[in-house]
């Protein structure tokens, strides 16, 4: 089919069972070995179709694969002779749906004051993708929809995308469940959603919860800050008293003191 992008193959003395993708334009020619008067090709369906002549022993047929089954010839020559009946199979290749997922942060999340969601997004697909879209819903409400990507060039995608929540207008307690969905290039359009994930805007207690622990971590840090300080100045009190005791200041000393600077 015209969408895979594929090249047209050619196959002699083929078998004549035929397998490829759905949609796939397949041209027959034939040669017998006596001189043919009709031709038909005839379908498991019980369709049938009259050849086209190319020669008094050649014909040439054309169809599309839609479906599982099989075909004979039916020939017969200037002497009344019929063909035996020869199946030969057909077998639809069906176009692998695509697959998409959410690689990061790939986990339900704490939403931040600034309201963004930064996303890392794969998508693959056998011959092509189109239509990158992510949903959305606040808490039980109607589901949302936003186009990211229309056209998609290549059967792979690695995409940075921001999500930006401003514009829901968020509580403290809401949660947001998300998701990406693609297409792929196929007649059949085929859809792919990425896993479910869930962000949370953090209640006005927990929001209090890690301002306490912010300012907690802040004191720690000065404590120690403190306790270090006064560390360093016993350190430096005890060299300067050595150095008194010194005549002469040695590369040893000079190390020291450049440690406790």
Not at 45 to 74: A, I, M, P, W
Not at 123 to 148: C, E, H, W
Not at 158 to 172: G, I, K, W
């Amino acid at each position: 089919p015209v969408y895979t992008k594929l090249k047209p193959e050619f196959e002699q003395n083929a078998s004549g069972n035929i397998r490829a993708l759905q949609g796939t334009k397949i041209t027959l020619n034939i040669a017998a070995n006596n001189p043919i008067e009709t031709g038909r090709i005839i379908f498991s369906s019980g369709d049938l179709k009259d050849l086209e002549r190319t020669g008094k022993r050649s014909f040439k047929t054309e169809f599309n694969v839609e479906k599982n089954g099989s075909y004979h010839f039916n020939l017969e020559d200037i002497l009344g002779n019929v063909s035996r009946k020869l199946s030969k199979s057909i077998t639809v290749i069906q176009d692998q749906f695509p697959e998409i997922k959410i690689t990061s942060p790939g986990r339900d999340t704490l939403i931040t004051q600034n309201m963004l969601l930064p996303l890392q997004i794969s998508a693959f697909d056998d011959f092509g993708l189109q239509d990158l879209k992510i949903f959305s819903v606040v808490n039980r409400g109607a589901i949302d929809s936003l186009q990211i990507r229309s056209n998609i060039s290549g059967t792979t995608l690695n995409l940075d995308y921001v999500f930006d929540l401003a514009e829901m207008s968020l509580l403290p307690g809401d949660k947001v469940t998300y998701w990406v969905q693609i297409t792929d290039n196929s007649p059949q359009k085929q859809k792919a959603s990425s896993r479910r994930y869930v962000a949370r805007f953090p209640s006005i207690e927990e929001i209090y919860r890690e301002i306490e622990e912010q300012e907690q971590q802040k004191r720690d840090i000065m404590e120690s800050t403190l306790q270090k300080s006064d560390e360093l100045q016993k350190d430096f009190e005890a060299k300067r008293r050595e150095l008194l005791k010194k005549e002469e200041v040695d590369w040893q000393d000079k190390k020291d003191l450049e440690n406790i600077l």
